[in-house]
């Protein structure tokens, strides 16, 4: 079974790779309430728990791994490689 990141609100990284509600819970660390009810809502929502995280991991793999990064860059030089002139093209001289 998948299961969502955190139930925490972190100054860096999670908030952006978690949307509270849909790939996990975000809440501040030191309310001790709130982080009980969103991990109480999870261990009591086992199936709440495996779409989350899916949707999580989906997530995660289009935004945030290398290859997704890899192709960005192929994409922009493609992109600037088809503005440029062939070598020897007339348009070079």
Known sequence: ???????????????????DGLTGRLVDPTDLEA?????????????LAAKMGAAGRERVREKFLGTR??????RLLAALL???????????T
């Open 1 to 19: 079974m998948e299961v969502p990141p955190g139930c925490r609100r972190c100054r860096r990284g999670l908030n952006e790779q978690v949307v």
């Open 35 to 47: 982080f009980g009810r969103a991990a109480g809502e999870l261990l009591g929502d086992p199936s």
């Open 69 to 74: 990064h890899l192709m960005d860059y192929v």
């Open 82 to 92: 088809a503005e440029q002139p062939a070598p020897g093209s007339a348009a070079e």
